[in-house]
Each structure stands twice: as structure tokens, then as C-alpha cells.
């Protein structure tokens, strides 16, 4: 496949890491950095181990990123009344499945630039508190 494959792979696997530790760290104080760091060194060491040093740059850039993407996300499913332990499961099946889909031509690059997008948008939609029928009650 050449050198475009084994970075893509690399790079989508960094993300698989990313999205199973994210369930771990998810909702701490500094979890988003603590996952970034761990995701990204597991990339960059499992792109060393697989390849050559590139595609471990891209693994650790493909960490960093779904590091970034995955933890927040994980945050606000916290917050919005999701256990640690079934989201810690859900993103551990989650990662097994990008870790698959990283060996497919091109998806590895997709799920680096897709999941901090993704978190991105979820992030601006999500405004306050829902009113729902108290603003209707008289004061």
C-alpha cells in the first residue's frame, strides 16, 4: 500500500488509544491533558513499534488529536448523568472498533481529523440548562 497506509494506520490508531482512555480519565481534573499525553505517547510508541519513526509522529499526532476530541466528549456524557463505569466500557468497545477501522485505506486520517471536530461541534451546541415549563410559572 506504501507509506500513506502505514500513517493513516498509525495515525488511527493513536486515535483508538485516545478513545479507550478517555472512559478512564473522563470528568478529572486535568483529564483532557492526561489523555491527550497518555494517548499520544501510546501512538507515537505503537507507530514505533509497528513502522518507523513518521508514522510514530503520526500515531502521536493522531493521539493528541483524539485525545483532545474523546475526553471532551466523555466530560459532557458525565455530565449529562452517564456513570463512569458503562461510558468507561462503551469507549473501550469504541476503541477496539477505530483501532479496526484504522486498517482501512484513508479512515485512520478521517477518525484524527473527525473526532476534535466532532467534540467541537457538540460542544458549541450545548447551551444552558433546559427551561423546559418553569418559564411559564408565575413569580
Request: avoid cysteine.
Amino acid at each position: 500500500m506504501g507509506e500513506w497506509y502505514e500513517l493513516g494506520v498509525s495515525a488511527g490508531l493513536g486515535v483508538a488509544i485516545a478513545v479507550a482512555v478517555s472512559g478512564i480519565f473522563a470528568g478529572r481534573r486535568l483529564g483532557t491533558v492526561l489523555v491527550a499525553v497518555v494517548a499520544a505517547a501510546g501512538g507515537f510508541l505503537l507507530g514505533l513499534e509497528l513502522y518507523d519513526t513518521g508514522d510514530a509522529v503520526a500515531g502521536a499526532v493522531g493521539g493528541l488529536l483524539g485525545g483532545l476530541g474523546a475526553a471532551s466528549i466523555a466530560a459532557g456524557a458525565l455530565k449529562r448523568g452517564g456513570t463512569r463505569g458503562g461510558l468507561a466500557i462503551l469507549l473501550l468497545v469504541g476503541g477496539a472498533i477505530a483501532a479496526a477501522l484504522a486498517f482501512v485505506p484513508v479512515v485512520g486520517f478521517l477518525e484524527a481529523a473527525a473526532l476534535p471536530l466532532a467534540a467541537r461541534r457538540i460542544r458549541s451546541r450545548e447551551g444552558g440548562r433546559y427551561a423546559g415549563l418553569r418559564i411559564l410559572a408565575k413569580d
